[in-house]
Antibody
């Protein structure tokens, strides 16, 4: 079955950088778009970024554009999120998530358990 | 990219039906068929319930159904069960390869 497992979360000071990774198993990884979605403590879900099946297209929420970079390695079945200039309002659980279809329709049918990023001095 | 508007909470008794609304604009919900719904239990990752407004992934009971009218999408749950108590979120494509979630609705089964 499909499994997505995030890693790399932790406590980081404002203005610093952090890189999240997601290891995917049980799927033809190179066939699907992949997303990052976050959830601040006690708050709702927020879409962060998406990368197409081949890594050729990447799109971001306004709140992270220019600071975050999504990437994937289809040979290693991994998805990454490079986060720079982190702010307190980036504090959240970050979910790695798979698109249901090959096209980027934004239907997310599998989610990882999430990794917590806490931005604090 | 403002969050879609959902009621903060809804409730119903076991066996009853409830409907959760998700109101956007002509730039998101009203303009695209790319609306999906998610269920999230406390401390867990979300689960896809509905995609493309009305479609159910395999394994999702037919007690869950979706619809859309103009700028508002809706999730209906019939035959409420205790395990339906959770948070529910809508998600819509908002153009230019961006997506926006609703603020979330807490469903309480009385």
């Amino acid at each position: 079955q499909v499994q997505l497992v995030e890693s790399g979360g932790g406590v980081v000071q404002p203005g610093r950088s952090l890189r999240l990774s997601c290891a995917a198993t049980g799927l033809s990884f190179s066939e699907y778009g992949m997303h990052w979605v976050r959830q601040a403590p006690g708050k709702g879900l927020e879409w962060v970024a998406v990368v197409s099946y081949d890594g050729g297209s990447r799109y971001y929420a306004d709140s992270v554009r220019g600071r975050f970079t999504i990437s994937r390695d289809n040979s290693k079945h991994t998805l990454d999120l490079e986060m720079k200039s982190l702010r307190a309002d980036d504090t959240a659980v970050y979910y790695c998530a798979k698109d249901l279809l090959a096209s980027l329709d934004g239907y997310i049918d599998h989610w990882g358990p999430g990794t917590l990023v806490s931005v604090s001095s | 990219q403002s969050a879609l508007t959902q009621p903060r909470s809804v409730s119903g008794s076991p066996g009853q039906s409830v409907t959760i609304s998700c109101t956007g604009t002509s730039s998101d919900v009203g303009n695209y068929k790319y609306v999906s719904w998610y269920q999230q239990h406390p401390g867990k990752a979300p689960k896809l319930l509905i995609y493309e407004v009305t479609k159910r992934p395999s394994g999702v009971p037919d007690r869950f159904s979706g619809s859309k009218s103009d700028n508002t999408a809706s999730l209906s749950i019939s035959g409420l069960q205790a395990e339906d108590e959770a948070d529910y979120y809508c998600l819509s494509y908002a153009g230019r390869y961006s997506w926006v979630f609703g603020g979330g609705t807490k469903l309480t089964v009385l």
